[in-house]
């Protein structure tokens, strides 16, 4: 149980254009959800928090206007990077969690912008 | 602030035992996770400690001292599989998880 996917698992985009990530709880329901960003040999960083439901937020240097979360259903988040350039390319991952503490996380997106 | 510390990098050799530590400052502490994640993939669960103590899962061990402040992830029996990055997280007051940076373990042959 407790399974997250992510799609897609890769992209490749140009620099300007919007790139739509999905994150489900196949086998429960969510009632939070995590996006997370991981540059090569480096930690996850924490990018939002997205209850369902209601607005996300944002962690202090995040731009809400160019990371949108939206958390839609109770198995469903996602997150959209607007006219992304060549820094935002990294590994974005997500995780969910229900009534407990643990987070299960999704297997990742790798984006490249060129 | 919160802060939470691991080394950076351990290496060790195959057949060995590591111990791999984790100190955490945090408001409040509702748990400890130890995640491994190999490169290019996603964290995966490895233990959660709450009480004071050592809880074995196979070749891993997890240990916590909250009056401390102090958690070790052991592994015992290394296999060249074990090389990954090991993440210490904290479920704090508000029930977030702070993260650490992660142990890079190395494992040689």
């Known amino acids: 149980g407790a399974v997250v996917s992510q799609h897609p698992s890769w992209v490749i985009c140009k620099s300007g254009t919007s790139v739509k990530i999905e994150c489900r709880s196949l086998?429960?329901?969510?009632?939070?959800m995590f996006w997370y960003r991981q540059f090569p040999k480096q930690s996850l960083m924490l990018m939002a928090t997205s209850n369902e439901g209601s607005k996300a937020t944002y962690e202090q240097g995040v731009e809400k206007d160019k990371f949108l979360i939206n958390h839609a259903s109770l198995t469903l988040s996602t997150l959209t990077v607007t006219s992304a350039h060549p820094e935002d390319s990294s590994f974005y991952i997500c995780s969910a969690k229900d009534r407990d503490y643990e987070q299960y996380f999704g297997p990742g997106t790798r984006l490249t912008v060129t | 602030g919160q802060n939470i510390d691991q080394p950076t990098e351990m290496t060790a050799t195959e057949g060995a035992i590591v111990q791999i530590n984790c100190t955490y400052q945090t408001s409040g502490f509702n748990g400890l996770f130890w995640y491994q994640q190999h490169a290019g993939e996603a964290p995966t669960f490895l233990s959660y400690?709450?009480l004071d103590g050592l809880e074995e899962k196979g070749r891993f061990s997890s240990f916590l001292s909250r009056s401390k402040g102090y958690s070790y992830l052991l592994l015992k029996e290394l296999q060249m599989k074990d090389s990954a990055s090991y993440l210490c997280?904290?479920?704090?007051?508000?029930?977030?998880?702070?993260w650490g940076a992660g142990t890079k373990l190395i494992i040689k042959p």
């Open positions: 997280a904290v479920v704090d007051s508000n029930y977030q998880l702070i």
């Open positions: 400690n709450v």
């Open positions: 086998d429960f329901q969510a009632t939070t």
